[in-house]
């Protein structure tokens, strides 16, 4: 399996990762579990009119952390908007429970894909593993 589909497997089985932002000098958390590979990149999905969205709008910057089974992730990076419809379509076939909020066509949708990112897997009894996409 290639790194960042590594990355991805863990944050679908973990089903909830925490995504922090950057709102000014504060920092911002909240739980997410969307995750997808595109195209070669590792995209979330969120809402326009959501606060997290404006962050990220302001500051790409982003960090993300993940933890299951003795092991954590965490995913420090910039997060990019992509209005491309076959990401926003692919996405929702692979996480079909946000049909019921958002479709490819609506104007609040959001893909993002990771830019630059270090992905640290770490425990407390083995030597981390980084992964850079
Ligand atoms: C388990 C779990 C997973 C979630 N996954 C997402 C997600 O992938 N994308 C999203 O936009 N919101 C997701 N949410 C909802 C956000 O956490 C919530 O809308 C949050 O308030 C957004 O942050 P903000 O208020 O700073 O904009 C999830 C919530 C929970 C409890």
Redesign the pocket.
Known sequence: MEGIEKVCSFLDEA??YYLA?VEGDQP?V?????ALIYDGKLY????KI??????LAENPKAEICAFMGGKWLRIAGKLINDDSRDVKVAMLEKMPALKGMYSADDDNMQVLYFEDATATFSSFTEAPEVITF
């Open positions: 089903h909830t932002t911002r909240r739980p997410f579990g969307t979330i999905q969120t809402g959501k606060n997290v969205s404006k962050q």
